[in-house]
Every structure is written in C-alpha cells, then in structure tokens.
C-alpha cells in the first residue's frame, strides 16, 4: 500500500502549486482521502478531505476559499490546488487515507512520506 505525494516546491506568496497524490495497492473505493500539513514546531493540521466518488469535499478554515481538492479515479490519484499561497501555507503537505469522514489525524490509516512547500514573501 503507497500514498506517494509530488509537486511541492517553493512559491512567492500569493502563488500557487497543485500537490498530486498517487494511491496504489489496494482497492481504494470507500475510502476518504485526505490532505494534511505539518509546520516546524506545530502539530499536524487538517487541510482538507474528498470522498472517492468525489462528490463531497470538506476543508478547514484557514484554507476554505483558497485550496481545492479533487481526484482522478481511472489514475488513482487526489490533488490539492493551492492558490493564493501565504507564509503560513510553509509546512509538510501529507496525503493520507482512512475510512472516516474526519479531520483527526490518527483516523486516518495509510499515510506518504510527505511533500515539502515553501511559500517566500
């Protein structure tokens, strides 16, 4: 079972980036796929979460209006647009999987190895 995420970087503020996440070795239908970030010296925070079919999304505060998340089924991917970046955007980006419509980190069960973004002023 991999979660492999790709496409962070670094981004002057008010830019944008889109973060792909490839699921692969397993069947991933009724599972809810998540976006999560990590900031140095802070705990892991929720960004968002898509159902597999698609057709619900749920995002947290500070990124409502601003991320979008999405999925390509026929690749087995989830993506995470990301527009209008600030400083606070800088963390470790996660893709992650579990069975639950939660924003709870440990409800999740499969997890990447992460993606680093970098936003400059």
């Known amino acids: 079972v991999q979660l492999v995420e790709s496409g962070g970087g670094l981004v002057q503020a008010g830019g944008s980036l889109r973060l792909s996440c490839a699921a692969s070795?397993?069947?991933?239908?009724?599972?809810?796929m998540g976006w999560f970030r990590q900031a140095p010296g802070k705990e892991r925070e929720f960004v968002a979460h898509?159902?597999?079919?698609?057709?619900?999304?749920y995002y947290s505060h500070s990124v409502k209006g601003r991320f979008t998340i999405t999925k390509d089924n026929a690749k087995n991917t989830v993506y995470l647009l990301m527009n209008s970046l600030n400083a606070e955007d800088t963390a470790v980006y996660f893709c992650?999987?579990?069975?639950?419509?939660?924003?709870?980190?440990?409800?999740?069960?499969?997890w990447g190895q992460g993606t680093q973004v970098t936003v400059s002023l």
């Open positions: 070795g397993r069947t991933w239908s009724n599972y809810i």
């Open positions: 898509i159902s597999w079919s698609g057709s619900s999304q």
């Open positions: 992650a999987a579990g069975t639950l419509r939660s924003s709870i980190s440990r409800d999740f069960d499969y």
